[in-house]
Every structure is written in C-alpha cells, then in structure tokens.
C-alpha cells in the first residue's frame, strides 16, 4: 500500500541537486505551449506596424547596402570574388538569425520575470520558442537570399550552388543551439548581475566583427586566423557562402572545431539553466 | 482501491520543507558591486553593501541567511479546503511560491498528486496585441492545458466570459471586466484537482469575488482540494475546512477546528502591537494627503488609556497626521473589527452633512472621535485606521496592513442589575424602552 501510494505522486518538489537537472519529458508535454509562444511572438512583432512582416525583409536588405558601400565601395575589402551584394546578403542573413537567438534568449529570465514569478513550466520553454521564432524570420530572409541568387544565376553572375546546400539545415541546426547556449549563459548571469546585459549589445557587435561576415577568411591570417578559427559562428558561415556561391571551401577541420565548441557551449548553458531555474525568483 | 480510500488521500504531503534567503549580498544586482563585496570580505572588513531591510532580526542567522520557512510539515487530504494564515511576513506566500512551484525549497520536499493552478494566475500571460481566441490558447498552454483540451472547452470558456462578440478582437481593446472575465475563465475551466487562491478576495470587485468564492465552493464539492490564504478571517472561517497558522517561519498550528487556529492568530497578533498607542516610527504610509504621525486611544484630554476599557468611559479615537496638499476629497477615520475579523462598521469624518465636517488644514491634525458609549459588548476589538480619497484612491485599504490599535473592553456593560454580564451577541447597545398603554389604567 506505502509503496503504492509512492508511485501515484504526479509531482514532487524538491531542492535543486544534480547538474543536469532538466525534464526533457516535461517540455516535451508543453510542446503546445511552445506552438503559441512562436506564434505570439511572430504575429505580435508586426501587429500595429505599417509595413508587416515586410520588417523582416527590410532590415537584412538595408544591412547589406551599408556594407556593399563601407565594406565593398570604400574600405574595398575582397570578397573571393563573388558578387558583393550576395557576399555580403549571404553573411547578414546567416548572423542575424544567430544573433537574433543570442539577443533574445540572452534576457529570458528577466523579460518574462512576470510571467515565471506567477506560474510554473519548464522555463526551457522560452528560449526554445524564441529559437523557433527566430527560424521564420530567417526563413523569410533566406527567401530573399534565395530569390536574389536566382537572379545572379540567371545573369551567369554565380554558377549553380554545389551539393554542400544540402548541410544547409546541419549549419542551421547547430546555429540554433549556438544561440540557445550562449544566450542562456547569458540569461542565467543576468538573473544576478544585470549589467551583463548592457555588455550583450556590445558584445555581439564586437562578435560579429570576429566573424567572417563582411571580409571572407582568406584575407586573414596570424593570430586573427586563429581567433576566427575558435569562433564556431566562422566555418557555420564560410560553408554556407560556399554552398550557395561558390569560391573557396575552409579546411573541414575549422567546421570540426565549430562542431565541438557547440556541443561545449550548449553543455555548460544546460548546466547553469538548471542550476538557475528553480531559484532565479529569489534573486531576480 | 476503495472509492472512500481515495476520498481520504492525500494529495499533497509537504515533509521539513525549509526555505532559506541570502541577505546583503545577493540584492547589490551588479557584478561591480559584488566583487567589492568580495574584495572587501577578503581582506577582512565590513561589507559595504550589507543591507538588512525591515527582515525580523530574530530569524537572520550569523552567516546573513534568514530562513523564510523552517521545517514546515503537513498533509491535505483530498476535498479539503485549507485555509493558511498568519501575519505578513510569515512565510505563506513562500509556502505558495514553492506549492506552485515559482521558486524551490532550500530543504524538504513537497509531494503533490494531481494539476496544481492557482487563481493568482488570473491573466498571467495576456498579450494585448493578440485576439481574445489567440489569448485562450496562449493562456490555456501556459497553465499547462493541451491544446485539444482547449479546443474542447474553447465555447464553453467563451459563453462563461460573456464575449462571444468580442472574441477575435485583441484583448488590448477589452475593458477591464471583460479581460478579467475572460482570464477567469481560462483559469476556471482548468479542472485542476488543486487550487491555490491568495488573497483573490481582496482584488477584483464585489461580483467577481463572489464568483471565485463560489467556484472555490464547488471545487471543493467535486471532491478537488483548495488552499486559501487570506487575511479576511471571516471568509476563512466560513470557507475552510481546516486550518493552518505560519508564524515567522514555523508551522505553529495545524487543527480542523478552524476557529481556534483564527483566535490563536489574532491573539497572538495583538500581543505584539502596542496595545493603544501607534507611531510611525518607521515613515511608513507616506503620502501628500494624509500621512499618519499618532494614532491612539485617549481620554478627552488626548491622554492614552490603560487597558482594559469600561464600556461606560468616554473612549476618543485619535489621529494625529501632517498633509502637505489639500484635497476635498479626502475621507479618513476608522473601521471597528470585533475578536473574530468581522467589521462592525466604518466611520469616516465626513460622515456627517457637509457643513458640520472638521476644519483640516495643511500642516499638523489632530482628528478626534468619541468611540460611542454603550454600544460594544465586552471583549476585544480591533479599530484600524482607513482612508482614502473619495471614489480615486485607497490610501488606507480596509484590512491590507494599515495601522491598528486593540481594544479591550471590560465591565460598565450598564447601570441596570440584569445587564451585568456580557451576552453572546456582536453588539451591547443600551436603548430606550417604554411602555405604552392599550387603554388608560394604573399600574
């Protein structure tokens, strides 16, 4: 009978212990909290705006004529070759999905203190929401990349891309869980030390200047070599240019280094998340 | 297994359940800061950014940590409802952040069987850019319902909010009874086999809090568990079942017989007031209109009274209190509890007609009026100060911690030999009788 009674309890609450504490089965049944999540959070984003989801087109577009005219015009940095507008397309797209999953999940705890102060679910839920969010709008804007390139390859500008597109969900993959874990790094310090958010903006400037966005590897060399060689976000970008563009493919051992940096970086994110979870409440 | 084994389950069994702060520290909230205070640790000296706050020293440890909750155990058994009191403060909140699992336990455990909601949640979640339908789902998944579940209830959530019309238009546009309709019943329509409600009863208006009175009600008719916490004695006392008293940290009581956990509360409470005398030592209640200096029971002459009071004396209620702006509006006095939390009335200075209000100026007041002779019976009373500015704001919320003073009351019940003794009766008024013949005769 005792030992029934036992099986029966749905949950038990107890004091945080064990590093990887997290229920993978838990958030597995909120997977439809998730499903509204993303939509609120799209539909929201362009509700009571002028030009809808048009937003999502826009600022890619615009990013890439400031670094056509900086990058390509005036400081006439090399780009392998390729044409500059989808050199440097290519490269913004890519970064701002990364950087868009950094930003947001990077305040999860904060952001939604309202909401997590007031009713329990598996916190993991919002950064994954926001991940999958994140993944429409860059599938609008790889639209845009896509139909540019069209365009490109209709002029004979780039040739057809190779069979390296079809990594192109793998680079995806592991660019969502590089956003996930360095943004709940984040988030699980900013719980304590808010000004780690002041350095976030600033730090993922500084990050996208480390990353092969507006130049392409080859033009560098020595010690910065090796600074985008550790920066997992390097061989993610560099495969998916060569993909779709063409030019040169970095050594497979750089995509090697990026694979395990990922694996480590979102280890230790898991790690602090539930160490911070259970008790964020009390410090927040 | 036995229908009437499962009737006295229990559903939520809390073992040692310990829930332990960090103070000083852990509030600096910059990195810069707390590398000071470490710095400033490791070579030996004070912290500079210690801060203790308004905690109660006795249960701060040497190490800064103080213990919100200690060792609390207890079972609730299935259909109950069970009422947590205790002053603010005490630890029910914590015990409720831990039961719905916002926060965790320090030490102990907490085993529950069964969906846990509370009603605190009312609206938790609410995107006012989204529709009402958008808003249902998004609300239902949050507190933990599947979406087919929701599909299932959707109409029915939608006929009990009395929106139908309304349902695709975006909640930013609702009125606040309608919002409130609506995320009341999303929560409702919940099923939750435990149902945690804090203090509902004091927001919201009166037909919503009639609302969830009575869900609480049928919940508990169906067989589900409620825990209530409340500071409104009355409801407690009418509603629950059994009866928990939390005292800075410690379970201090734990009885089915509800009315006595409710006296050991208010009489514990009171020991550790100052029994007629208030001062705002603390700077509490600041606000332009009306803050409070004194507030006390005197004699005509303003002295304080030694308790107990004769039913018979002159009593006057005092309030001495500064106000920096002037407004018309402004209505301050006192509302009069008996022993068990229920309130006898309220009296306001501008009770009377217009013409005859008090004169209050800016600067120092003192209010003054006379408790009325021969109207309470004997025993204890509880007089809280209240106020607000008419029909904008509270600036003293009847029952929500403002200043009180207790009463106690003790003989000159009346002049007549057979009124000597106190009745069973809330009130001991001395009114006028005569006698009015049928037909002119002598006695």
């Not at chain 1, 966005?213 to 997992?232: F, K, T």
């Not at chain 2, 006057?316 to 008996?338: C, H, K, Q, R």
Request: one cysteine or more; a neutral charge.
């Amino acid at each position: 009978m005792n030992h029934n009674h036992q099986e029966q309890w749905t949950s038990i609450i107890q004091p945080s212990n064990g590093w990887f504490d997290i229920k993978f089965k838990e958030i597995w049944n909120y997977r439809d909290l998730i499903v509204m999540m993303v939509k609120r959070d799209f539909v929201a984003f362009y509700k009571q705006t002028i030009l809808g989801p048009l937003w999502y087109l826009l600022q890619p577009l615009f990013t890439t004529i400031v670094f056509t005219v900086i990058f390509g015009q005036i400081a006439k940095l090399p780009t392998n070759g390729l044409p500059q507008m989808l050199f440097y397309l290519s490269g913004t797209v890519m970064w701002n999905y990364f950087a868009a999953c950094l930003n947001t999940t990077s305040n999860t705890f904060v952001a939604n203190a309202a909401i997590f102060g007031k009713v329990y679910f598996p916190r993991l839920v919002i950064p994954i929401a926001v991940v999958i969010t994140n993944m429409l709008s860059f599938g609008i804007q790889f639209l845009l990349f896509l139909s540019i390139l069209l365009f490109f390859i209709c002029q004979g500008a780039v040739p057809i891309p190779n069979l390296w597109i079809l990594v192109t969900p793998l680079l995806l993959l592991q660019m969502g869980c590089l956003g996930l874990g360095c943004g709940i790094i984040v988030s699980s310090m900013t719980t304590k030390y808010r000004d780690l958010s002041l350095l976030i903006t600033f730090g993922v400037q500084l990050w996208m200047y480390a990353t092969p966005v507006a130049y392409p590897v080859s033009m560098v060399s020595g010690l910065m070599r090796w600074v985008l060689i550790v920066n997992p976000m390097t061989a993610i970008i560099e495969i998916f240019r060569y993909a779709f563009l063409g030019g040169e493919l970095i050594p497979l051992w750089y995509w090697g280094i990026s694979g395990t940096m990922t694996v480590i970086l979102l280890m230790i994110s898991i790690v602090l998340f539930s160490k911070v979870e259970k008790n964020f409440m009390d410090t927040v | 297994m036995r229908s009437e084994d499962f009737m006295s389950d229990t559903v939520i069994k809390v073992e040692n359940l310990s829930k332990q702060y960090q103070l000083g520290t852990i509030g600096s909230g910059t990195l810069y800061r707390d590398l000071q205070s470490w710095w400033a640790r490791t070579r030996g000296k004070e912290d500079p950014n210690t801060k203790l706050g308004t905690w109660d020293k006795s249960q701060i440890e040497g190490d800064q940590s103080y213990w919100a909750l200690k060792d609390v155990s207890f079972e609730v058994k299935q259909g109950d409802i069970l009422g947590i009191i205790g002053r603010n403060g005490a630890g029910k909140s914590t015990l409720l952040k831990i039961l719905s699992r916002v926060t965790g336990p320090t030490s102990g455990s907490i085993k529950i069987k069964g969906r846990v909601a509370s009603l605190l949640e009312v609206g938790t979640g609410f995107h006012p850019e989204l529709t009402g339908r958008e808003n249902v789902y998004l609300n239902g998944t949050i507190l933990g319902m599947r979406k087919t579940e929701i599909d299932r209830k959707f109409d029915e959530i939608v006929a009990f909010a009395e929106i139908e019309k309304f349902i695709d238009t975006p909640v930013k546009r609702y009125s606040s009874g309608m919002y409130v309709r609506l995320a009341f019943a999303v929560a409702a329509h919940l099923d939750p086999e435990i149902l945690i409600v804090d203090e509902v009863l004091a927001v919201g208006d009166a037909a919503f809090q009639k609302k969830c009175l009575g869900k609480m009600g049928e919940i508990s008719k169906e067989g589900r568990t409620v825990l209530f916490v409340s500071h409104n004695m009355v409801a407690i006392e009418q509603l629950c079942s059994r009866a928990l008293l939390i005292e800075k940290g410690y379970l201090k009581q734990q009885s089915d017989n509800v009315k006595q956990v409710i006296k050991s509360y208010l009489a514990n409470n009171s020991n550790e007031k100052q029994l007629a005398f208030w001062e705002n030592r603390d700077g509490e209640f600041t606000n332009p209109y009306f803050h409070p200096r004194k507030f006390y029971i005197g004699d005509k002459s303003g002295k304080t009274m030694i308790m107990p009071l004769r039913n018979d004396q002159e009593i006057y209620i005092y309030i001495e209190a500064e106000i920096e702006v002037m407004d018309s509006a402004l209505t301050v006095g006192y509302a009069l509890y008996n022993e068990e939390g229920s309130c006898l009335y309220w009296s306001y200075q501008t009770d009377v007609s217009q013409e005859k209000w008090p004169k209050l100026c800016k600067g120092e007041n003192v209010l003054c009026s006379q408790l009325p002779k021969h109207l309470l019976n004997e025993g204890g009373y509880r007089v809280e100060i209240i106020g607000s500015l008419h029909f904008r704001e509270w600036l003293f919320e009847p029952s929500k911690s403002v200043p009180s003073l207790m009463i106690q009351i003790e003989g000159g019940l009346s002049d007549s030999p057979y009124n000597q003794h106190r009745r069973p009766t809330l009130l001991n008024p001395i009114l006028q009788w005569e006698c009015k013949p049928l037909i002119e005769r002598e006695c």
